[in-house]
């Protein structure tokens, strides 16, 4: 046999849709990866028989339920796309909504794949930390945007504040979020120690140790030698 890459695709969907249908009729409800699968292979054999797309894709619709699927997969499936081939040539088929509504038996209503289910209360972030505020200003000629556990004593050059009050230091704000500084901009902007060894490593190669201390001598004339503004200089 002489396959190409395609093929080998191909036949891999087909054989992990056998054993979704495999184990479809012998009534175990099907995985994110086997129900995926199943409907895919569906789609390109009803491409292959010369249905049209809209066709194939009203097929791939039709094959499941939430009855046949495990619990939060119809959820967390949504659409299924595939390229298969029809008549005139390869063609990207997406079928949305692929798992129609069960009826019911599935109980699969009050389960929602990565809902957040937070606790009573509030919660206050980086409590009993040492914080500090700065005046930046952005002296550069284009936005800047700083991650929130980005050791703010070596962000952008650009940025003019007092580095060494910084030391150690990162934004005070929700982790994964971040502070956009536009061109000429001055923004005051809170800070937070680091917590657990407070090292810190790469990022723009300045420090390169603890941040539990002051910057030492070595440290602050690196930061100036390669031209990070700082208003103490």
């Given at each position: ?9 191909r036949l891999l969907l087909f054989l992990a849709a056998e054993l979704a249908r495999k184990r479809r009729a012998a ?144 934004l005070d704000i929700p982790s994964g979020t971040a502070v956009r500084f536009e061109p000429g901009e001055t923004q005051e902007v809170t800070l937070t120690s680091y917590g657990g060894a407070r ?35």
């Amino acid at each position: 046999m002489h396959l190409t890459p395609k093929d080998e695709d191909r036949l891999l969907l087909f054989l992990a849709a056998e054993l979704a249908r495999k184990r479809r009729a012998a009534g175990l409800k099907l995985t994110y990866a086997e129900a995926r699968a199943l409907i895919a292979d569906e789609v390109c054999e009803a491409a292959r028989a010369g249905a049209t797309v809209a066709e194939a894709a009203a097929h791939g619709a039709s094959i499941l339920t939430e009855d046949d699927v495990l619990p939060g997969v119809a959820t967390l499936l949504g659409s299924v796309q595939v390229e298969a081939f029809f008549e005139d040539g390869q063609k990207l088929v997406t079928v949305h909504d692929a798992i129609r509504p069960g009826t019911g038996s599935g109980d699969n209503s009050d389960v929602t794949p990565g809902e957040i289910l937070p606790a009573d209360g509030e919660l206050e972030l980086n409590a009993g930390r040492r914080t500090v505020t700065l005046k930046v200003d952005n002296t550069g000629d284009r936005p800047i945007q700083v991650g929130s556990h980005f050791h703010f004593f070596e962000v952008n050059r650009a940025l003019r504040f007092d580095r060494a009050a910084s030391f150690g230091m990162r934004l005070d704000i929700p982790s994964g979020t971040a502070v956009r500084f536009e061109p000429g901009e001055t923004q005051e902007v809170t800070l937070t120690s680091y917590g657990g060894a407070r090292t810190v490593v790469g990022q723009n190669d300045i420090t390169n140790g603890a941040t539990d201390g002051t910057p030492s001598a070595q440290v602050l004339d690196r930061l100036r030698t390669q031209g990070f503004l700082d208003t103490a200089s």
